[in-house]
Structure formats: C-alpha cells, structure tokens
C-alpha cells in the first residue's frame, strides 16, 4: 500500500488550513454544489487560494464566451438568458479539454460542474484514468430567503472578478472594487424572474448528482447559511477528517 501513501501537512492560518500534498500521491477534485447563490464561487475562490489549486467555473467560462462573441458564446447568452442550461455536450467537450490542461495535473477545484448525470459520466471518465485523484464534494445549502438577497445584491468586478453584495458586503465606493477601482457589474441572469428558472434547473438535476456521489461517499454538506470564513471552515475541517480517515486506513 505504499504508493497509496499520503502525507499532508496541515497548518493554521487565521481561520483558514492549508493543506499541501507533501509527496504529491494524492490529487484533490473538489466539487462544489449548491443552488445560484448558495456561495459555491466564493468558496471555490478561497480554497483555491489556500490550497493552490485551479479554480475552474463553467459559468465564467460561459460569461467569458458570450463577451468575446463566439459561437458558444452565443448559445450560451440565449441559455443563460433564459435560465436554461447549456447542452451537456457542449459542456462534456469544453470540460474534458479543460481539466485535460497541466494546471490540473495537482488536481483542482469545479465550480458549476458537473450539474447533470451526464455531466456526471464525463468527470468519471476522466478520473477513471486518474487513480491518484481523490473527488471530494461539497453541497452547500442556504435558506432561500437569503439565497434571493444574496443573488439581487450581488456585484462582480469586471476587472478581477471579486464578487461584493450591496446588503451583506458593499464595497467601500459604491460600484467600484476595493481591491483594483475595477466596475463593479450585476450579472444578466441575476433577476427574479431568470433565478426562478435557474433554482428550477439546478434543482431538478442536482438531486441525482448528489444521490451519485452520495453512494459512492464522497458528498458532504455544508451549512452555507453563514459569513464565507465559517462556511469555508466547515469545508477545512471535512478535509481534515478525510485526510484522517485516509490515514488511518493506510496504517
Ligand atoms: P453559474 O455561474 O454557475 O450560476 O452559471 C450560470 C449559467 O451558466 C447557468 O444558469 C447555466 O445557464 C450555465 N451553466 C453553468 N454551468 C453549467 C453546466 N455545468 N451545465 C450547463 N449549463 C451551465
């Protein structure tokens, strides 16, 4: 069992643990669900960070494809516009070349996919020739009274991509990014009448993604109801339990 050894060393930083794969034997897939505005980018962003490894969003791939103009883009404005989701295959194509580049040689973290079965068979036909990477997936749930405030209020700089809300966390001028004076934006889809829809999709796929994950043990629930540096602590802390059952099943 010795190539299944796993060294990670974790330490504390504020509220925060940093978890580094020491011989590199263990590779994360941390899948992030939860409903439009449960807080899956914010926490994607943040262990991102911590754990030095690549962010990947299908919706800013999507929102990156409409702004240039492409052919994707353009199918995917009238999806996202309407609320709907973008066909599996597209999105089967787009992620299996994108989790194919070297930055995701460590592993990496899925903000946004897989939403469907389908979406589902494609990550697994990738892992399957992945033996080393171990899939991690978090569904975050928030009340849905403060899922509306957090999705009218949020605000996105188009420079850096911080993400504000104008209730919960207003940036210090109005419209402006803290961290670079970039425009702070309102999403296209984020109004009532597209997030019902959008709440609508998600929740009609979702249930057997996570029931997917579920047999297979992998899914954790997180209580996404409070600030991001509680909610990511709950995340840490699952982490930490997996590296120790890890662990001990290797001793
Ligand atoms: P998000 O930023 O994750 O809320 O995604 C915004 C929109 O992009 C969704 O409402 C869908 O229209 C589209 N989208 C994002 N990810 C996917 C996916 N994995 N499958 C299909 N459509 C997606």
Partial sequence: MNTLRVLLSWSMRGDQLSLMDENMEIKWVL??????GSGKETQARRLSRTLGLPQISTGDILRRAVEMGTELGKLAKRKMQAGDLVPDDVMCGIMSQRIAMEDCRRG????????????????????????????????????KDLLIRR???RRICIACGEIYNIYLKPPKKEGVCNKDGGKLICRPDDNEVTYGHRQLACAQTSR???????????????????EPGVVSTQIYATLGKVRQELESALD
């Fill in 151 to 153: 999705m009218l209020g």
């Fill in 108 to 143: 990496f973290i899925l903000d946004g996919f897989p939403r469907t079965p389908e979406q589902v068979k494609c990550l697994d036909v990738f892992l399957q020739s992945k033996p080393q990477m171990k899939v991690g997936v978090f569904n975050i749930r928030v009340n």
């Fill in 208 to 226: 057997t993604v996570m029931e997917h994950y579920s047999s297979r043990d992998v899914l954790y629930e997180v209580d996404g109801n409070w």
């Fill in 31 to 36: 899948v992030l669900l939860g409903a439009p």
